[in-house]
Each structure stands twice: as C-alpha cells, then as structure tokens.
C-alpha cells in the first residue's frame, strides 16, 4: 500500500462550520470524480498499529484538473480527537492520503442523474456536476436534492439551477419535506439515484426509493461493493 504523505497549500472556510483543506497533489496520485480516500494526521502510523483515531474515510471534493486535492468536512465546537487535531493544522502541515478509489463515478448510460444528499454530502457530488458541466455525454440532466437545516448552503457557485445545461439543484430545510421530494422524484422509474450521507440517511433513502418502485441496481452508494449489497439487501 502506497501512503502519499503532501502539504495543506490553502484552507478555505466554506460556512461557519465546514473547511475545504486544500492538499498539494504528490507525483502519480491520481483519482476521478466521486472518489474517496483515507485521510489520516501526522502520527497515525508511528506504533505497532495505525492510530485509526487519526484517520478518517473523507470524499474529495475536487477533478484532478484543479490541481489540488480538496477534503472538505464539518467541523463542530464538540468533535473528535481527529476533528480537534485537524481543525488546529495550517498551510504547510503534512498528512498523509492512501488507499483512494471511486464508488460513485458519473454513469453515462442516457438517463436522469438525482443526487440526494444531506449536508456536507454535497462534497462527494461537486465533482460529478463539475464533470457533467465539462461533459454532458449520456447524461439527459442532474437534479440535486439535499437537506440542511443550516441554510448555510456549500458550494453555491455550483449548486445553483443551470437550465441551460439541465441542471436543477433543490434545498430543503427538513426531513418530512426532503422525502416527499425523493418521492416526487422516484415517480421516475428509469433515473439512476445517488445517496450520500449517514448509514442511517442511507437505510431511510433506500427504503423509501424502493417503496416508489426503484430497483437496487439505479441506486448508487458511496460503499466498496460488499457494503453497498448489505445496504441494498433488505426484502420489501
């Protein structure tokens, strides 16, 4: 396993509560979009075992053409040891990427996109509408739907409706709404349905888009392949 040790170049403050870690892009590390990567801090290999307090399964929320690695996370008063440490980094600090791979890359199979996420979720997609805007092959149009009560939306030069291109993007600030939409939105019985978010916002979702009629194969989990089918797994 290569481990690719780099440097904080920028840390930009997307909304009181979430940071965008800008990392520089170490020789022959590549990724595409809807890849995640482990993202670990300085002393978490240093004993007989990785420190897995210091490591954390994050999305990059940046296309290799911005020629850095974007690691965007929410980051509250109360949080981790991971969370502590890392909100006290600043440009020029080293940490460490491994083991990076796509589970949500964009599918080009001539069908409706709907991204449903909630809160920093929003992270994983920013490179698939990026993609879908630099390249609209086999793709009839996005719609993005996510929920965040904080109305400090990330990303608003690009989650914004772009008709033009057939790009919808949707906020709504709570739950009873949110899934009357993912209802609304499943009476399309031939669209591909991407979900980010908690496993508990991941089981409410399935559950609901099965209910509707979608089938386990249009729904697309930001999980390797074993975890995807235990999500995917439950009988109606």
């Known amino acids: 396993m290569q481990i690719f040790w780099t440097k904080i170049n920028k ?11 800008m990392l520089d892009c ?19 290999n240093n004993g007989d075992k990785p420190n897995r307090g210091l490591i954390r399964h994050m999305s990059i929320s940046t ?4 020629n850095s690695i974007g ?12 969370k502590t440490v890392l909100s006290n980094l600043e440009v020029g600090n080293e940490v460490a990427i491994f083991k990076t791979h796509s589970n949500v ?23 698939l509408v990026l993609d879908y805007f630099e390249r609209a092959d086999k ?21 914004e409706s772009v008709p033009d291109k057939k790009f919808t993007s949707q906020y709504v600030d709570n739950r009873k709404d949110y899934y009357e939409e993912v209802k609304n939105l ?6 591909l349905f991407y979900v980010v978010g908690s496993d508990e916002f991941l089981v409410q979702n399935i559950e609901v888009l099965r209910e509707q009629g979608i089938k386990p194969e249009q729904i697309m ?14 009988d109606l």
Do not use: M
Request: proline share 5%.
């Open 105 to 127: 890359p964009l599918k080009r199979e001539d069908k409706n996109v709907y991204l449903l996420s909630s809160g920093v979720g929003l992270a994983t997609f920013r490179p």
């Open 186 to 191: 499943a009476a399309d019985k031939d669209g």
């Open 139 to 159: 793709v009839n149009q996005i719609h993005s739907l996510n929920i965040d009560s904080s109305k400090d939306f990330l990303f608003t030069n690009i989650f």
């Open 221 to 234: 989990l930001d999980k390797h392949e074993q975890a995807r089918s235990e999500f995917l797994s439950f």
């Open 11 to 21: 840390i930009i403050e997307e909304t009181p509560e979430v940071k965008t870690y």
């Open 63 to 66: 296309l290799p053409h911005e």
């Open 26 to 44: 170490p020789k022959d590390f590549t990724w595409e979009e809807g890849s995640h990567t482990h993202f670990a801090l300085e002393g978490f």
């Open 71 to 82: 690691i965007t996370t929410r980051i509250r008063k109360q949080c981790s040891e991971f």
